[in-house]
């Protein structure tokens, strides 16, 4: 995941899952067959 993403190389941390089940105050999310990488980079346009 982290190779198609600007700033790859820096150290961060990569998360796959079938299902993402999130829930806490107004927030109620359910994402299927994703992933996502966080990092400490800047992202530029």
Excluded at 17 to 26: C, F, L
Excluded at 30 to 41: E, I, K, P, T, V
Aim: net charge negative.
């Amino acid at each position: 995941m982290s190779c198609g993403i600007p700033g790859h190389d820096h150290p961060g941390q990569e998360i796959i899952a079938d299902v993402y089940r999130y829930q806490d105050g107004p927030y109620d999310w359910n994402l299927q067959g994703g992933c996502g990488f966080a990092s400490d980079f800047a992202y530029k346009t």
